[in-house]
């Protein structure tokens, strides 16, 4: 019994870990996707207007790089990738409060957790969906 609880707590630990490093490499996803998107507004390409389009494009990315990390480390289907997403958005608001005064939710917060939730949704349920056996039909005699 001993050591089904230790395998449930590294199980755990290594859950957390992994679900830690997705929100971590979903921002550095983010962050690499808009600094190409600046490169392109800064030689343009794009339009400046579409600044707040491409930075949830970005978010939904990488929720879905990192959510799928995480799926892939530790399982657990759509809540995996909903957390993922989750700490995404609350590390896009910690270094918004830290570089700036205030990081007002109706400044486009909403959209930036709207996107990173639905990028570690959609990674949840493919990555929940590639880890199923397929189910054979069986032949009726």
Do not use: N, W
Not at 64 to 83: P, R
Not at 91 to 99: N, V
């Amino acid at each position: 019994m001993r050591k089904k609880e230790e395998d449930q707590s590294a199980r755990l630990i290594r859950c957390g870990l992994g679900v830690l490093l997705g929100g971590i490499l979903a921002l550095a996803i983010c962050c690499l996707f808009l600094l190409g998107c600046s490169v392109a507004i800064s030689s343009g390409a794009v339009g400046e207007g579409l600044g707040y389009q491409l930075t949830i494009v970005g978010c939904v990315l990488g929720g879905f790089g990192g959510g799928l990390f995480a799926v892939g480390q530790c399982g657990g289907g759509l809540f995996t990738g909903l957390t993922v997403g989750g700490i995404l958005f609350l590390l896009l608001l910690t270094i918004g409060a830290l570089f700036f005064e205030t990081m007002a939710l109706e400044a486009g917060g909403i959209g930036l957790l709207c996107g990173g939730l639905c990028g570690g949704a959609a990674a949840g349920l493919l990555g929940h969906e590639k880890g199923r056996p397929s189910r054979k039909k069986r032949r009726k005699r």
